[in-house]
């Protein structure tokens, strides 16, 4: 069954309040959701517009299944088919079993945010809260609400719109989408009244290509995901009752988008998931400023940083020598000083360790959005399923990382689903993770022999230590983790990194590491991975190296060592991605 691209015209008269996008501020309890850019249009955003047509279908087909106990099987019901069943944004919640083969999820039918296409007015409503058992108003419950007030009688929003329905399901849904009448608060009172149009395109016009391959022979590639849609990226649970987005793309998400596209094009379940799933081995993508060319790493644990101008600079080899004279009862002198802020001002400003983050300044744009799901049978607000979640919009920025695997067949492949939409993260069928991707040619950065030889000519410049210290910078060799490394035991991870890459032969100087956990959902085997500690990306080693093997150190960077490298883990960094003296 083939992808139908289109829009969903929506035309709006009258006051509207759909709110879980903005935060109200002030003296206002509730506000209407807005473009995060155009603030003057607000947005309907894709779940109310997907529930909106949920409960119109359900209402239509009273034999469907009742909500939150959804039909399993190839044999689903109307509203499981459309819409896919309840908690498929959820995965391991709802076993949908082989009907993931039918589209986002389970789902037949996508649909984004809806934009206003012209600007609109804004007003404050007051109201006061009844009491239901008295009918008499409620002291001290006077509320302000924020809603949208269009000047003329209908105003057009329009959402991206994808489905892969057979005409019969078609038809259905647009019978169910021409009662659709209301969407959002206070619907009872005159509020959000709507209209549905399902406008979609001539299935002779191609869609524009969602993976673009820019390389001619098989290998290795550098991989470019743009966003063209809100993300969330599902990281590890943090306790709170907002649901916090990663702002990294795991090389397993990557993964399991080529072969749902493949799978939605039709391709046989066991070849996709044979070449993607398997024989690729796709790094975490790390977030750059689009159209910058740079190869993203973090930021190395032994950098400094101002806390007044923020500039950084690399003490690697500074600092291991510092701690070598402190061991030797040698004074090291003051802390590092800022060589911008010194030269503005009468006062040393000081370099200071970096704290939390160690991912370069890249921006990327977010929202915290609040949703209610409502059970379609009652019309009311479903129990307990009030849920707030991260959403990134990262306009400007693309997530870039390796590929490593590709062959003639698997680069045929991918030709042939270069249309098909590929979705990434979490609520996809909610209007978040469409992506495109790009596989471009690895740039002459990723020569880790010519990174090295930099990092040694640059640590010439201590040269009167090394003869005190008995160390030789014709020896020094630097190693970034750039992505989480699973080694076993984060303790004995020095070792066992020294001995897979250069089998014993180099000593190990001196260690910046930390410790974090690591855990997600492969999306070809199914199933969640399990929570594993790791070595934490930014982690930092210096080894005296006798000799080195260029091409294994660039395959380390490319395909990574240790455990689950197919997944993300794994990669490496040789030479650090600051000068050991900016600015000297």
Not at 167 to 193: C, H, K, P, T, Y
Not at 439 to 455: A, G, H, Q, V, Y
């Amino acid at each position: 069954m083939n992808t139908r691209e289109g829009t969903l015209r929506v035309l709006f008269s009258g006051p509207l309040l759909v709110g879980g996008h903005t935060h109200a501020g002030g003296s206002l309890d509730a506000a209407t959701a807005r473009h995060r850019k155009h603030e003057d249009r607000p947005i309907i955003p894709a779940s109310a517009l997907k529930g909106a047509l949920r409960e119109a279908v359900f209402r239509l087909n009273p034999g469907c299944c009742l909500p939150w106990t959804p039909c399993k099987g190839t044999d689903r019901c109307l509203v499981c088919a459309i819409f896919g069943p309840s908690g498929v944004d959820r995965p391991g919640v709802v076993d949908d079993g082989e009907s993931a083969d039918a589209g986002w999820l389970g789902a037949g039918l996508r649909v984004g945010d809806a934009v206003a296409a012209e600007r609109v007015s804004y007003q404050v409503r007051h109201g006061v809260s009844i009491d239901r058992f008295t009918g008499a108003k409620v002291d001290g419950r006077l509320f302000r609400r924020e809603v949208a007030a269009p000047r003329r009688d209908e105003v057009l929003f329009e959402a991206p719109l994808q489905v892969r329905l057979n005409e019969d399901q078609l038809a259905r849904l647009r019978e169910a989408s021409a009662v659709v009448d209301g969407i959002g608060n206070s619907q009872s009172r005159g509020m959000g009244r709507i209209r549905l149009e399902i406008v979609l395109q001539d299935t002779s016009k191609k869609n524009p290509p969602s993976v673009e391959i820019n390389i001619n022979n098989p290998g290795d590639a550098l991989v470019e995901v743009e966003a063209l849609e809100p993300l969330h990226l599902g990281g590890l649970p943090d306790g709170g009752n907002v649901k916090a987005s990663e702002r990294v793309i795991p090389g397993a998400a990557l993964l399991g988008a080529l072969v749902a596209a493949a799978r939605r094009a039709g391709i046989d379940k066991d070849q996709a998931g044979r070449l993607f799933g398997l024989a690729l081995s796709a790094s975490d993508l790390l977030p750059a400023k689009s159209g910058s060319g740079a190869f993203p790493a973090p930021i190395p644990r032994t950098a400094l940083h101002c806390p007044t101008c923020g500039h950084t600079r690399d003490y690697l080899v500074v600092e291991l020598a510092a701690r070598a004279l402190a061991e030797r009862g040698l004074d090291v002198g003051p802390p590092p000083t800022c060589p911008v802020c010194r030269a503005r001002s009468d006062s040393d400003v000081t370099l200071k360790p970096l704290s939390g983050a160690v991912w370069p300044q890249v921006e990327i744009a977010s929202r915290v959005v609040t949703r209610l799901a409502r059970d379609p049978a009652t019309r009311s607000a479903a129990p307990g399923l009030l849920h707030l979640r991260e959403q990134l919009e990262p306009d400007g920025v693309v997530f870039r990382g390796t590929l490593s695997g590709l062959n003639a067949e698997s680069l045929a492949l991918l030709q042939r689903i270069a249309r098909e939409p590929l979705f990434i993260g979490g609520a996809r069928s909610r209007g978040l993770g469409r992506a495109r991707v790009r596989l471009l040619s690895l740039p002459r950065d990723f020569d880790p022999k010519r990174r090295i030889e930099s990092f040694r000519t640059t640590a010439r410049v201590l040269a009167p230590l090394w003869s005190f210290l008995g160390w030789d910078a014709d020896r020094l060799l630097p190693v970034l983790v750039r992505t989480p490394l699973d080694l076993g035991d984060p303790g004995q991870a020095p070792g066992a990194l020294g001995q897979q890459l250069f089998g014993g032969d180099a000593s190990l100087l001196g260690c910046w590491q930390r410790t974090t956990w690591r855990a997600g959902w492969d999306d070809w085997a199914g199933a969640p991975l399990p929570l594993r500690p790791v070595v934490a990306p930014g982690s930092v080693y210096l080894f005296s190296a006798p000799s080195f093997d260029p091409q294994h150190l660039r395959q380390a960077e490319i395909a990574g060592i240790g455990d689950h490298t197919r997944l993300g883990l794994g990669r490496l960094y040789f030479g650090s991605p600051l000068s050991i003296f900016q600015g000297a």
